[in-house]
């Protein structure tokens, strides 16, 4: 499938666990459909049948453990080519709005930095898998590494499902973060960090400031 230039908007969030993603893509999905836009919400593994069983693989398959960083780095890859292919690139062809729980940033930092695997290859592993579907702005939760995991890991008990992702050791959360930051300043034109420390109204707000900046039709 050739994927050519869209016609919609594509958002996509970051950051390390426990940073508050959800919770700001609902509050920015709720303010778009009320404002009349059909909007579409995928997140990352996931979005399709074959993404779905790539997550559940990924996140919560017990005998997954001992799972190698190049088999993840590529299973996070398969689910993002379906995802685009199937989902998105349509989406934006239609003219929607598209806002992604994770994309490409997710396993330049988890799999590149994280488990430090050549960068060189996942850029274009990731590049491979895209296409030239690539979003338009970026929202970088950042907050500390340390609380971030703790709220995670308070969430998943919660939910009575334990995540292999969420129980690496905390200098890998340590090197998640940096690699965000580090990206973040070399693509200053995409990704905008947003201080995740703020209560929930104030980081809001941070990203309606954003987005009334980038898109003139956003405060229309």
Known sequence: ????????????????EGCGKS????????QLEQGGRKVL???EPGGTVVGERIRDLLQY????????????????????AQLVREIIAPALQQGQWV??????????????????????????INRFAIGEVEPDLTF?????AAEGH?????VSQAEGRSDRMEDQPPDFFERVRQGYLDLA??????????????????????????????YDEFSA
């Open 150 to 154: 703790e709220r995670a890991k308070m």
């Open 185 to 214: 300043a070399i693509e200053k034109e995409r990704i905008v960090i947003i201080d995740a420390s703020h209560s929930i109204e104030e980081v809001h707000l941070s990203i309606q400031n954003s987005l009334k900046k980038k």
């Open 41 to 43: 919400l995928t997140r």
């Open 23 to 30: 919770t700001q893509i609902r509050l920015l999905l709720e």
């Open 99 to 124: 806002i992604a729980d994770r994309f490409l940033d997710s396993t330049t930092v988890y799999q590149g930095l994280g488990r430090g695997l050549d960068l060189e290859a996942v850029r274009t």
């Open 140 to 144: 970088l939760l950042d907050m500390d």
């Open 61 to 80: 398959t017990p005998e997954a453990s001992a799972m190698s960083s190049e088999a993840e780095l590529l299973l996070f890859a398969a689910s993002r």
């Open 1 to 16: 499938m050739q994927l050519t230039m869209h016609k919609g908007r594509f958002i996509s969030f970051e950051g390390s």
